[in-house]
């Protein structure tokens, strides 16, 4: 794109100040952000230890695992890896399930316009909020303290941590439900139970279900790493091959979580489209 | 005549209710299928969640430091006792999450102009860019740390690069699903005045496209902080090597106190984000 005459720009910009560049003080300002942006993060990369040296004897490491990763073998582990990742799978179904199952009255308790007593939702809220800032992999470590290594310890951490973003997504999906319906259930002599099961539950009930849906997605890639810290599924295996340098072993299992997680992803988003009544794109489907 | 619409009506309604009928069996044979399979693989049953409850709660209950209201100084001063190492290792934490959205969203602003099918006409280079983003978004961060700590050693060099590969993966996509809702109208204008491949960039899309950019990146540095606090259970840096340490080690007050700290890190972080995020793009482009 050839510039016009820069005479001219340089005409219009003295004429008309602001509009061609932008005015001094802004542009410089925007000049000093951007430098101590810059300068903020080469503190900090240095800070960290990081250098281009580390980062190329690293690369040429990683270049020397990738040709040991072929070609992928299972050395006689096959069905245990299958069995670890299907020890994943349940984790990710039943700790969603459990999460999903108490989220429900929590979800009620905890929004404004079921429960009027500000003590309950504002303390409620504030322990949800406790559960969710503590990352699943942390509760995973306090619940293989608290029952032992297995997968039961990984299902006990998905659910209390996704029981904290789930009933907090869940009251505010009541709070934003239409009052009409509930004011109508009150007008024909509904009580308080009634117009939450009458007026708000079918409301929010697809609501609900898509969220647990999506979770179970989300869930089943989490899952497939709690067992680093001996919370169960496929994880434990990765890790320990990973510790032995068995780098062959570690493509196997990589090339086994990938595709478990596509169809997952593929199953979950098929099942949420139908639980809200909208028929996939044709586009989801060919993915 | 009007008695044969009539009854093709009903016959189509009660083949319609039957269909929906046996679909909602079939997903509750699958539904319980699923469960019970679960149930067994996750080695669950009622009695270990009987125990393991009760030994939840009573775990959280001597994490709790005895506090009394004559000696408060010194009993927080005991809880807190390493309160000025465990504020370095937040720090660094902070700092992991930092250098590592920086690297993933340079590297996913990049690709996410290959991945963009109104942007490349090539169906080889956007699927190209598109699977590579898929697959650095479907392994998790920490399997990246693992490999990453074996190639570039113990450290936050290693967790830097583990948290940049997955938030490349994440952000080149939403990136990528942004500049395709870019009007083809600025396109056209652009390339009407002769404009290259990269002109059109940074004068066709860019300027649209910088406001969500900007606020996925400030979400997904929210998510990242949260990364880096668990990064370091394989010794990739930040104070996840520190939590591990005293949840395995059974250092009960200090857990707690680690907690806090790190809850109210996030919770501030999170705070400033939406603060900066409103003002920046303000509140009606968010919806």
Redesign the interface.
Known sequence: ??RPDSTRIAALAARYPGTIYAPPGQLWGRRAVVAGFFV??LW??D????SFA??L???Q??GI?ASMMVPPTSAGFFWDYV?AL??T???A??GT?LASLASIPLGFLGARNVVANPVIHFGLRRVL??IR???S??WA???V???GL???AG??AIALNDTGVLAKMYAEAIEGADRKASEGVAAAGGSKADIARLAIFPQVFPVFLSNSLYFFEANT??A??LG??GA?GI?FF??DR?RV?AWSDVCFI?LLI?PT??LIDYLSRFLRERAIGVEPPAEALSR | MSSDAVRLFETRRAEQIAARRRQTALFGVVFLAAFAVSVVVGEVSLERLATGLPRFFAYIERTLPTLSLATLGADLGRWFWNFEGWLRLLFDTILIAFVATTLGVIGGFLLSFAAAKNLVANPWIHHGARRFLELMRTVPELVFALFFVFAFGLGPMAGVLAIALHTLGVLGKLFAEINENVTAKSLDGVVAAGASFDQVIRFGVVPQVLPGFVSYTLLRFEINVRSASVIGFVGAGGIGQELMFVINQFIYTDISAILLMLIVTVALIDLGCEKLRHRLIGQESLK
Do not use: C, K, Y
């Open positions: 794109m050839s903020a993060f900090a990369s800070h960290l230890g990081m580390r980062l004897q690293g690369l490491d990683l695992v069995h299907g020890e799978l349940a984790m179904f039943l399930l909020d406790v800032g503590v990352d992999l942390v470590l306090i619940f303290s608290v029952v297995g997968p039961f299902i006990l890639r989490s497939t790493i680093v810290v169960g994880g990765l890790a990973i340098n990589i990938l997680v596509a």
